[in-house]
């Protein structure tokens, strides 16, 4: 719902017993997802730290280690820590194209979260931000620190060739500094490179099974060194680094550049701990009664890719007007509610996000995913439409005008999602029974003057008001054609014009062309000097040819809108009609200006003369 001030308005299985669930210990083993704060252990002492290499270095000289005397140890790397003063400057570092952490690289995940923020900072204020880095690093935004200087042997071309001494300084090192148990390897084995990897899936409500999370970023890291994958169209991800030994996985719940999944507070970024392991890691998020946040987190990631980076059918890309400054923050509510769009500038006041998303209904039991997903495509319609129009443009249009085209968005997209899936999406119904697809709508009850299919009968083939049956049910008049048409299970036939002629329609009246030069055979027409008139078509009547003959359109439900347009598109109501649109009038007369062909104006007034009476 938009709100109105500025804001209008990997999987683990289920347990058939809780005993049998794995305690929060057992699941940062395996990777998990309890939700909650992230909680750490204590800091470790760091074997890449510059000092700790120079020093395991002096032992293999000592203890005259062939070639320990050549290694260059010197800063490859520098650990650093930001600290942005508000989401403005957290904004700014995404533009950084830095992997940026918000828990310390020298502490181990103890109990796996869905965020982390530091105790020491305020809700308010954005956690800090870790990252390394390489010698000579210069930004000037945002504050910054260097924590430790670093030195990765495994990088250095210097000599990780020389495959026995990289082992020997790295053990040495992790011996010094007390961490010989993140090594896990026999005493004479150095373990080969290997390159983390492995799927993200989460559960959909629809489809019954899991489905590929696209676009997901995947983070491997071991202490100083990092690794990270973007997952592809099937879910599967590998990162750009190569390790040796066991990491620690997580997925960070955001997009670089176009949005951020934040966990109850706009400054908090929701995050999977995933575990510490040598090997792939495949995740399988939620279940059909699953309650752990991060199979929302999911759904709403796929829905927000969806939108930003894959098939749009013509939409405009959403992403912020000064997405160079800020991407759009999408915090989740694990409550409940639907979701909301405050605008798209920044906001000082405290847990206001750009757009919020809410996980349960009002009885308290949680939303389908799909109508999670559907929810997260209409605020983000609302997002790209404050940008198509403007700030001021957008708040000054009418709710109906606003609600309606992110309905028709919400509507088009997640009929695209669940139709590249194998699923038709009109053979299933959300929010409440009433359907994306709005062919029930009545424009009676709460709201429903506001969320219309105003837009969505634009693009649709389906008139609602003389379909009863599925999905519109309209209750149709005992004569459907009063008068002389004759109908024939789906119109009213009015006549046919003389073999030879033609029948066709000429300012609202039925028409067909003469024989010879002015010659009107057929009973009660008569020649205008041109062609020949058979008869007026009713006011309140929509005629059509079909097969050489003359048609009305049956009458309808009077509780539904008379739908009979058809032809626009979506990008062409995106680009033509929406920036003209404030309220029915200015969208009337936008519709009427950008007819497709064949179209006419009073096909146009029969549609919208019921929301003009509403």
């Not at 796996?112 to 105790?119: C, L, M, R, S, V």
């Not at 669940?418 to 053979?427: C, K, R, V």
Request: aromatic share 14%.
């Amino acid at each position: 719902m938009l709100a109105i001030m500025l804001l209008m308005g990997c999987q683990k299985p289920e347990f058939d017993n809780e005993d049998d669930k794995p305690s929060s210990a057992e699941y940062a083993k395996q990777g998990g997802e309890p939700d909650g704060q992230t909680v750490l252990g204590p800091k470790l002492n760091v074997p890449y730290k510059k000092a700790v290499m120079q020093a395991a270095k002096d032992n293999l000289v000592n203890r005259g280690v062939v070639g320990a005397s050549s290694i260059n140890v010197r800063t490859t790397h520098q650990y650093i820590r930001f600290l942005p003063a508000n989401e403005s400057e957290l904004d700014k570092l995404d533009q950084t194209n830095l992997i940026l952490f918000d828990i310390p690289l020298d502490r181990e995940v103890l109990t796996p979260g869905t965020h982390f923020h530091d105790p020491r900072i305020h809700d308010t204020l954005p956690t800090y931000q870790y990252t390394m880095v390489e010698p000579g690093f210069a930004y000037g935004d945002v504050q910054w620190e260097v924590l430790n200087n670093a030195y990765i042997p495994e990088d250095d071309s210097q000599i990780n060739s020389d495959t026995t001494l990289v082992q020997e300084l790295i053990k040495e090192a992790f011996t010094i500094t007390g961490n010989q148990r993140f090594l896990e390897t026999p005493k004479a084995l150095f373990p080969s490179k290997w390159r983390p990897k492995g799927r993200v899936r989460v559960w959909d409500d629809v489809i019954e099974s899991l489905v590929p999370v696209k676009g997901c970023q995947v983070r491997a890291w071991r202490f100083f060194k990092i690794g990270v994958g973007y997952t592809n169209s099937q879910g599967y991800y590998s990162a750009n680094k190569e390790f040796r030994f066991k990491v620690w996985y997580a997925i960070k719940w955001e997009r670089p550049g176009d949005f951020r999944i934040c966990d109850g507070i706009n400054l908090w970024t929701a995050r999977y701990d995933g575990p510490n392991r040598r090997g792939d890691w495949n995740v399988d998020i939620g279940g059909s009664s699953s309650t752990y946040k991060n199979m929302r987190f999911a759904t709403i990631h796929r829905a927000a890719n969806r939108y930003y980076n894959e098939d749009r059918g013509g939409l405009d890309d959403p992403s912020l007007f000064l997405s160079w400054l800020m991407k759009l923050n999408i915090t989740y509510k694990h409550s409940e509610g639907t979701g909301n769009f405050s605008g798209n500038w920044p906001s000082t006041f405290y847990d206001i996000s750009h757009i919020r998303i809410f996980g349960k209904n009002d009885d308290g039991d949680f939303r389908p995913t799909q109508e999670v997903f559907s929810t997260t495509i209409h605020e983000i319609g609302h997002s790209s439409h404050y940008k198509k129009v403007g700030a001021f443009n957008f708040w000054q249009t009418s709710l109906q005008i606003t609600e309606s085209w992110a309905d028709a968005i919400e509507w088009w997209l997640t009929r695209l999602e669940y139709n590249s899936q194998g699923i038709n999406y009109e053979d299933f119904d959300v929010n409440d029974g009433s359907g994306d697809w709005k062919q029930r709508w009545t424009g009676s009850g709460e709201f429903n003057d506001t969320y219309t299919p105003l837009f969505i009968d634009l693009v649709d083939n389906l008139n609602q008001a003389t379909t009863a049956i599925e999905p519109s049910f309209a209750t149709l008049p005992p004569d459907q054609c009063p008068g002389d048409p004759w109908f024939d299970g789906a119109n009213c036939l009015v006549g046919s014009p003389p073999t030879g002629t033609s029948a066709f329609i000429y300012n609202d009246n039925f028409y067909y062309t003469p024989i010879g030069c002015c010659e009107c055979p057929l009973p009660g027409s008569w020649y205008d000097g041109v062609n020949c008139k058979v008869m007026d078509i009713p006011v309140y009547r929509i005629g059509f040819i079909y097969s050489n003959n003359w048609y009305l359109h049956p009458l309808g439900d009077p509780n539904r809108p008379y739908d009979v347009l058809k032809g626009w598109t979506m990008a062409q109501i995106e680009d033509q009609i929406i920036p003209n649109s404030y309220g029915l009038t200015s969208t009337r007369t936008a519709i009427k200006n950008n007819r497709p062909s064949g179209m006419t104006e009073k096909r146009v007034d029969a549609y919208l003369d019921f929301y003009f009476n509403l």
